[in-house]
């Protein structure tokens, strides 16, 4: 039953955890998460949780570490509440980069929750926007996806062959598909440094895109990538709000954000009520 659920939310992003529990109809767990001079973090929860099946959200974006730290406290001070049951929900999971191995000795960690959160995406495009339409793909890996999204919009795909040379710096080498004349929207599971986004954007743009956006599940957005973005022949970035935006990003007039609530609302739900989660996925 609902009133059987918890919700707690670590610090990384208190915003999206309310609008969950505002879909749920739940009040927000009571937790109070402090951090010592030397970095060490002390978690309280404030009221009785034995029994509950509770939730946690937090997103293990900057400071990843930190934000890793304090979910895996929260957890264990849950498990010795005697919660029945503990599902950490995590929006955007800061080692997700790693899904797969590249070079010897290099982990391998787990995929993003990117298809989940596809639906939020691909239902804006469907809205907002007509015309010939061509969905890109920055990297092979993407393709699947990204097809996915070209059937749900009548679109045709397109692939970027890319060479990555050192993290964070990408090179795009060719652009496999047609692209002359149609909208080309990029469909990518996080936005860094902008550098590959941008790239691409330009590459569409020379062999004759009439336009070109952008969407991703996670808007890393580091160092530069507010600036390449205001620069780049991208119209608008269509982002989630797994990670909140910094001002910069904010402020940007080319980034629309959207909230995941109601999805991660609905998961957590058919989750506790023991149902599948699978009609959710694109």
Known sequence: MKNDIKLFGGTSNPALTLEVCQYLGVSPGKILAKTFSDGETRVELGENIRGRDVFVVQSTSTPVN???????????????????????????????????????????????????????????????????????????????????FAKRLSASLAIIDKRRVTPNVAEAMNIIGEVKGKTAIILDDMVDTAGTLTQAARALSERGAVAVQACCTHPVL?????????????????????IPLNAAGAACSKIIDLSIAEILGETIKRVHDSNSVSTLFV
């Open 66 to 148: 930190d934000n890793l730290m304090q979910l895996l406290i929260i957890m264990d001070a849950m498990r010795r509440a005697s919660a029945e049951r503990i599902t950490a929900v995590i929006p955007y999971y800061g080692y997700g980069r790693q899904d797969r191995k590249v070079k010897p000795r290099v982990p391998i960690s787990a995929k993003l929750v990117a298809d989940l959160i596809a639906p939020i995406l691909l239902k804006y495009f469907q809205d907002n926007t007509q015309g010939d339409l061509v969905i890109v793909s920055p990297d092979a890996g993407g393709v699947e996806r990204a097809r996915a």
């Open 222 to 242: 580091s160092g530069p990538a507010i600036e390449r973005i205001v620069d780049s022949p991208i119209d608008r970035l269509v982002i989630t709000n797994t």
